[in-house]
Each structure stands twice: as C-alpha cells, then as structure tokens.
C-alpha cells in the first residue's frame, strides 16, 4: 500500500498539468485516492534550503525530490556490469526511502465519502449495528390508513448511504402534504431533523416516533411534558399556575419567572424544574428539549403504541424492494440506483392494484 501510495504522488505530480492526462477519470480517481486516503510528509518534501545539489532534481523528471521509477542510460554511457546491477535488498531499501514521502491515512481518519471503487465513484461507505455498507440507502413513504383498501408507494428517495435520514425526509414532507393531504406521519427515531419538523408544523402534520433517541431522564425528575405548553408558553404548571414573566429567543431558549407564593410548598417543589430565586422561582432551557418530553409522553401512551403498529408494513416493503435481490443493485451511480427504485416503486404499486381490481372483480362475478 505505501508503494502504491508512492507511486500514486508521483503520477499526480508528473502530469497533473497536462490536459491529455489530467483531465481523463481515471486521473481524477488517482487524484481522489491520493486526496482522501494519503497525506504528504511536510519535513521531507521538496526545500531547496535543506537539499545538497545531489538531491535536485534530475533533467527530465518535473517533480524534483521523488525518486525516479526508472533510469535508462545510453549503451556509450553505461558501465555497468551484470556484479554491478542493485540486488533485491537495495531495491527495498530505495522503496522504502520513498515511502517516507506519503503516510497512509488511518481508517478512522477517512471520510465516509472517499473513493470506494472506482467502478462507482458516487457510492460511499457507513457503519451501522456493527456492519460495514457500501454504496447508496433508500427512503420510502407508503400510505397506511387503516381505511385504505391497500397501500401505496407516495415517494422514493435515493441518496448516498452516509446521507442523514432526516435530510432525506425534509425533500419530500412538504411535497407528501400537498399531494396526499398529509396528516400523520409515521418515522423511527433516525428521522429527528429540525427541518422537517418545521415544515410539519408549517404543514399541520404530527410526527409520530417510534423511538427517540437520546437518554430518558431520571424517573425522579419532573417531565417538561408535564405542564400545559401552547408552542412556547406556558399555559400553566403542574400545579396549575402560570409564569408572571415568560420570554422565547430567537436561539430557541424559553424562560420564565413564577411567583413564590405558588412554589413555596408546592407539591411538586423538589423534582420540579424552577430554580429558587431571592424574588421568584425562575426557569430555562431550548424548546426543543420540551418538544423531545412530549414525544416521550406520547410515546408511553398504549393508544400511541397501537397507533405505531401501522408502521410495520414498512419494514416488509423494505424486504420486498431490496432484500429479495441481497441488498445489491444492478446498477452503478446514484442516478440509476434512484431511477431502478422508483421503477420498482411502480411495479409494486400496479401489482397492489391489480390484485386489489381483481379481488373486487371476484367479489362481483360471486355476488352476481
């Protein structure tokens, strides 16, 4: 790997400037290689300051400092003789002196999205559950009210696989409300993305979890679910009450102040979450936390669970489209793995259709 790296600098160096080389793929490839997955020893690079004149470069070879790969001499200037001819301990040596020029990255220090195969350039590399993928990931949206005679395939979403699931969603939830009149929508904890949260909002349309990420807090601790918010406001505590003083910031903070004749005694004073001022009882922290607490809240409701159950169809979509071809596409390239998706898409749907058409025909031809 580090002749290979070596030899790679040496190629970008010699002819990145000439058009007939650098501007095919291939190149662009080597390039890439050399870019993400190596580095260059500064110290031992090119310093006319720290070079004796037989370390410059040779005539002929435009990356001075690099050693040649070979050297050919005239038969007039050659003396060499066949005792003469470097054996294979010199050859190793000289190789490993080049290597001193690129170190190799460590696996860790390489960015998902590097070069994983030059057969296709766009695919990227995630770890998830332990397990190593490579290439593209797929989002899709079903419809999945109980009322609907069979379900139908509404978006298809293609991306590299280190792409955000939550970035994936945000293209379609605007696009899913206008066109299906969009009103609950059905996502696993990987689907948290403030974006999408705000065009849900915009849109009048509640997400609803599977799970949620993070930590749960301590049983001992009150829930921010637990007093009557309107947005950002507080409407009333747990007791009842409502804050003197409230304030929402632009950074997404919410404070306020409650009068201590309400929280001196209360019930709920030691795992509430006011602070004991020297005038008041005082509270802070980012909405988002209390967005989280009413997701929890409704995630432990039995009705919200059933509610979820609908979700499942989902993951045998997922087998159907994919997992029956062992997670390989036949194409390469985003823009084909995408179109082959959406061509599936469509299969199933007409198949769904089909069988829905002839159940009802069935049901006719009894009938009659």
Known sequence: METLAEHTAWLVDRFG?????AGLNSFAHLQRVLDEQCYRIPD???????????DQGHPGDESPGWQPLQTYTSSSD????????????????????RHDHIGLEESDEIDSSSLQNPHDDEATYRSKDAEDYFGYKSNIAETCDGENPFRLITAVRVDTNNTD???LLAEDARNLAEETGLRDLLVDGGYTHKEVEKCCRDQEITQH???ITGQRPAAEKMSLAAPEWDGTRMVACPAGHEPFEQNHYETGRISGKMDKKFCDGCQHQENCFVEEQQEHYSYGFRERRVEVAQRRRRLDDPA???FLNLRAGVE?????????DGEKTKFTGKIKVKNASIAKAMGRNLKRASRFLESEAK???STG
């Open 17 to 21: 400037d000439e058009d007939e080389y």
């Open 78 to 97: 050659s003396t060499e003789t066949a005792e003469d001819e470097p054996d294979s301990e010199s050859l190793e040596r000289d190789a490993e002196d």
């Open 165 to 167: 699931d939550g970035d």
């Open 304 to 306: 919200e669970q059933e």
């Open 363 to 365: 049901q006719e031809k």
């Open 209 to 211: 979890f599977t799970g």
């Open 316 to 324: 045998s979509l997922m087998n159907e489209m994919y997992h029956k």
């Open 44 to 54: 031992l690079e090119d310093d006319d300051d720290n070079q004796d004149s037989a």
